[in-house]
């Protein structure tokens, strides 16, 4: 498998969703919980967790609270996966990343 195709792969398995997923498994909480938390149906909540949606940044916070989590690494999680969605398998993603990181860390 190419380095393209691989990325493409870790894109369809979502950072964030996929820790949700072990955190709740670990704390034996039902999805229809924290969709409940969240105030949003429980296909919605299945749907971020896979991720085929986006959480909102104050659902990753709720989440974070929830979970007994840090909300900064939780955030962080989240803002990767969009990370992620935006560049997907792109030939110049890491580049473009590259780009970015140092556009932002020239702005601190």
Known sequence: MDSFSLMSEK?????????????RDEQGVLQRQLAALLEIDTPMFSKIERGDRRAKREHVIKL???LHQDEKEMLTLWLADKVLDAVGDDELSNDAIIV???QIQKSE
């Not at 894109?11 to 955190?23: A, N």
Request: net charge neutral; charged share 40%; glycine share 6%.
């Open 100 to 102: 970015a990181q140092e």
């Open 11 to 23: 894109c369809k398995d979502m950072i964030f969703g996929k820790k949700i997923r072990e955190l």
């Open 64 to 66: 974070a609270e929830y």
